[in-house]
């Protein structure tokens, strides 16, 4: 059965996972000594800039330099001066790391420039031109004939399922970019070594990506390349591939110019420049019958990838996978591509594919439930999958399920079905003139959203990525942890020792975690994917246990008793655990058949809201969200991560909205790319849900993405129980409430009158939006 997770109140020092330890770095950033990466102070480092395209698609001719401007007291990098390969590698190598030829998109880095002062540098690009031939560009993906992946998944007889069905309901959604908006830009130092070795040191959450894309530009080897993590400020995805760019040009730069080199984005350059969320139109055709069973989804996904793959195939990958929703149904088809256009490349953020399609999938369930006459939150009972169901992939769900606790958690504790008959009487008050009310003009509503998330890397991935994290006994009998895992505000450097302790029998303190080096940690996998604590735990946990074992069978007592003279006497040892799998896992990369991901967390978001009917605006008043993410190790910070994604999602919803014109992000500065300031926060309660996931060693599953997928449809739901109309394009800005209130007749008017059912037609075999 599975319990609330209830914080302790107050952090203190121990041995057991499970308690609200202190954050190991938060004194540092409380006090200010934190050091970030423009913190660093590296003697003698030049200033290093970006030359950038100013087109979305053009064919690059020449890069020309005013001869009225001192070159001499620069150096300048173009794509001819890359000693290796001039490719970011990653999952394709199509994205160079300076354009050769062809510009494909607005703000391509075209040439690097370095100087002794940063008002030399900048100086220097007011002095360079580039010559080019424009070209069309594509900016629409459903005019894309370039696709960089494409899925489809299939379960059952979609035909025989809309056969019997007695209601079909289609809905097309779109969702848009959204910036990752880290409290620190992107930076990078490079400093050069003996034997044409490069070390950087820079924000960034996954060092040997940026490592194997150093080695390759740059052509280095193992030993020349060193990857240093700086203290990070956040990430949210935008700093898992984004800095191999980054510590390209930076490396590029300073053997250039033989010294260091400082490459530091302000605000604007990493807004124009950086990876966003990848945007997306989902189709949704369901068909469900007179007492409410779900017989029949078809849906197909189209995503933005932009100039180049980047991570687009996974993000695609997952989405697709998550896009039938936490429910049971017989008969899917899933159809999905991910197509090139001349956008900005997309790439990671948090939730990875997953916010997109699943808050179509729930926007899509909302208006069954109204068109079928039944409480949102009872269809989701009756669909919502348990122990022993089969997913869309052939996958069964033996272990950890949990989606029925979130939402009776979340629904009681937000009165969910008093909350819809206090709206309903309010709307019925406005109709009649009544006193009363919301007051007139600002109606309330109440939304509800179930989610779930898969666990770490899709399919065979973890076992492609052969991830591997150690804990070592110095000789002076200190225990150090070795993990390739980041610190990026999250919580890795404190959870992580937790566990690490626990197992050992020792206190929390004891446990050092050892500086995030490439040359000194092994490669732990990147810091994605909601898979830190679950897999990079579950193998510190398991080295914890052999050396246990080792050093008790050495001494014959316990660790804690032990370690220290074993050290002295026997030397330092270290264990490294290499991921080998789990357990009955399956999965076929060719037919997209099997266990997509080991474990799945699970949440359901109860969201209230107030929408000012006379101008659009809508202010998110409270979020319950219960969330599972199995063993939880440290209640405060896994509350933490709820109230921060929460967050994330209600600006998503709301008022993130990402202008683009010709390919140009148009607000690409904090005065006109609005995201929720504390003044926007709601009431938020996190409630914590256990439901270990027991083929890891701690239970532990993954929570960082988790709220991501949740709180925006629930934010909608609410608008549409405030306003009676649906919004289905991300964000749900006044503009578009107050279009969509216009179409259906006065603001006032529309909110007052009872829901109309959504589209739909007697059930017919027909593809999407036929």
Known sequence: MATIARPSQAP?????????????????????????????VVPGAWYGVTIRSTEAHARLLGIERDPAFDWSQVVVVTAADIPGDNVVSLMSDDQPALVADEIRHVAEPVALVAAADAETARAALEHVRLRTEPLPPVVDPLESVRAFARYEIAKGDVAAGFAAADLV??????????????????????IPRGGGGITVQGSLQCPYYVHTALKRALALDDAQAVVVQAETGGGFGGKEEYPSMLAIHAALLARAAGRPVRMIYDRHEDLVATTKRHPAIVTHRTGVTRDGRLVAQDIEVVMDAGAYCTLSPVVLSRGTIHAAGPYVCPNVRIRSRTMATNMLPSGAMRGFGAPQTEFAAEMQVNRIAEALGISPAELRRRWAYRVGDVT????????????LEVLERATEAAEFERGRARTAAARWARLEGAAGGDGGHVAS?????????GAGFTGGGELRLASV??????SEGRIRMLTGSTEIGQGANTVLPQLVAETLGVPYEAVEVAPLDTSLVPNSGPTVASRTTMVV???????????????????????????EDVARACGPVRIDEQFGGYPGIEWD???YRGDAYPAYSWACAVAEVEVDLDTGETAVRSVVSADDPGRVVNPVLATGQIEGGTLQAVGYATIEEAKVENGRHLNDRLATYLIPTAMDAPRI?????????????????????????????????AIHDATGVWIADLPATPEKILAALRAAGSGAKAAAEPAAEPAAEPAADAPPGA
């Open 169 to 190: 309901v289609e809905g097309t959604y779109r969702v848009g970019h959204q910036e990752q908006l880290y409290i620190e830009n992107q930076a990078m130092i490079a």
């Open 537 to 563: 735990g579950g193998l510190l946990v398991r080295a914890a246990e052999r050396l246990r074992d080792e050093v008790e069978a050495q001494a014959g007592r316990p660790f804690a008793e032990a370690y």
């Open 392 to 403: 869309a992939t052939g996958q069964v769900l033996r272990d950890s399920v949990a989606a």
């Open 685 to 717: 309660e996190a409630i914590l849900v256990e439901e270990p996931f027991s083929g890891a060693p701690h239970g532990a599953k993954g929570l960082g993405e988790l709220p991501m997928d949740v709180v925006a449809p629930a934010v909608v739901a």
């Open 469 to 474: 994290a150690g804990v070592e006994l110095t």
């Open 445 to 453: 509503g109440i939304g509800l959203a179930l989610a779930w998330h």
């Open 589 to 591: 990369d060719t037919t």
């Open 12 to 40: 203190a020092p121990g041995f057991a996972a499970g308690r609200s330890l202190l954050r190991r770095e938060g004194p540092e950033k409380l006090t200010g000594l934190a050091r970030y990466t423009d913190d660093l």
